[in-house]
């Protein structure tokens, strides 16, 4: 098994393979290493430049199509075989003499991961850093994962840690988030050296917000109501429903006394009411047996053992004696 699996995405970023796999090589000489590329769909020459590496070390997985980030570093993990895996950013804006500081922490300190933090990042101002601290903010907030800069691509795990979650959709953003979920919670950071890009352009932009809004939406819902559904959607229901009937009570009171009551935007209201609050609970009651399917399906269990220690009976004993 290699020490490290290095797994850098890369997208129409020909001009950088060869100074990127030649910084790589330098910064991890003393080091066991593999480092897998994977091409998400370039339209340029940068398959062609990886092949050009040559070096057995260095592996090429080319993607059908472009999927996105998150499901090409999901395409890496998977072919990671090393006992520690690295993410790193394809872009050179990364530097990979900071993987080998990285790996000695989580050696020698047991994390289950360290990542980077871009302490002087270099950014544009307001299309990058601002739109950057703010999206921080409401993750840090949100989750309940206090992590200075989540969008910093370098970061460094154990095999156990990375192969335990999966990656899609574009939660690479919340892949801390993601590892929590799973119990592993001994996360450091460590600042890094960020370099402006030299070649190419950049592929973020602020249109990625709303979907970073929506990803925050779902990863609330799972550290919250995972393994528990029914009780988001069993809450909002009954409520719902219960203000739907009060108000239908209401009405039909009126009635009673002979009152004119059709046509009332309130009594539209209240059969509205109604209606959502039983197809909440219904949504619950699916959510629910989808969690049991899920868990039950995949043999996955609801918690997670940290460590399991023997313990000495007959000293235990004698000391109690």
């Known amino acids: 098994m290699k020490k490290l699996s290095l797994v850098i995405c890369v997208f129409n970023e020909e001009?950088?393979?060869?100074?990127?796999?030649?910084?790589?090589?330098?910064?991890?000489?003393?080091?066991d290493f593999e480092a897998i590329f994977v091409d998400d769909g370039s339209t340029d020459?940068?398959?062609?430049?990886i092949l050009k590496i040559n070096d057995p070390r260095f592996l090429l997985v080319e993607l059908k199509r472009n999927y996105g980030q998150s499901s090409a570093l999901q395409a890496g993990i998977d072919q990671a075989e090393g006992e520690f895996v690295a993410l790193i950013d394809g872009d050179l804006q990364n530097d990979p003499m900071d993987v080998p500081i990285m790996l000695k922490m989580i050696e020698d300190e047991e994390w289950d991961m360290v990542a980077g933090v871009r302490a002087n990042r270099k950014d544009?101002?307001?299309?990058?850093?601002?739109?950057?601290?703010?999206?921080?903010?409401?993750?840090r907030k949100s989750t309940g994962i206090h992590m200075k800069d989540l969008g910093c691509t370098l970061k460094i795990f154990t095999r156990e840690t990375i192969k335990s979650i999966h990656i899609y959709g574009e939660l690479h953003r919340y892949i801390p988030a993601l590892i929590a979920l799973e119990?592993?919670?001994?996360?450091?950071?460590?600042?890094?050296n960020h370099r402006p890009r030299?070649?190419?352009?950049s592929k973020y932009n602020l249109g990625r917000t709303t979907r970073v809004i929506?990803?925050?939406?779902?990863?609330?819902?799972?550290?919250?109501?995972?393994q528990r559904p029914m009780h988001f959607?069993?809450?909002?229901?009954?409520?719902?429903?219960?203000?739907?009937?009060?108000?239908?009570?209401?009405f039909l009171i009126h009635k009673i006394l002979g009152h004119d009551i059709w046509g009332k935007p309130l009594l539209l209201l209240g059969i509205l009411l109604v209606m959502g609050g039983i197809q909440f609970i219904t949504i619950g009651i699916i959510a629910e047996l989808q969690m049991r399917t899920y868990f039950e399906s995949q043999n996955k269990k609801p918690y997670r053992v940290?460590?399991?220690v023997a313990t000495n009976i007959k000293q235990v004993v004698k000391h109690q004696i």
Do not use: C, H, W
């Not at 020459?45 to 430049?49: C, L, S």
């Not at 929506?214 to 995972?226: E, P, Q, R, T």
């Open 198 to 201: 030299e070649f190419g352009s």
């Open 214 to 226: 929506s990803d925050l939406i779902l990863m609330v819902f799972f550290k919250k109501y995972l």
């Open 15 to 31: 001009p950088n393979i060869r100074p990127l796999s030649d910084q790589i090589k330098t910064a991890l000489a003393n080091i």
């Open 233 to 250: 959607f069993g809450s909002i229901g009954i409520v719902t429903l219960g203000l739907g009937v009060l108000i239908n009570i209401y």
């Open 306 to 308: 940290k460590r399991v």
């Open 45 to 49: 020459n940068t398959r062609a430049e």
């Open 183 to 192: 119990g592993n919670t001994k996360i450091t950071q460590v600042d890094v």
């Open 124 to 139: 544009g101002m307001f299309l990058r850093k601002v739109p950057s601290k703010i999206a921080n903010y409401m993750i």
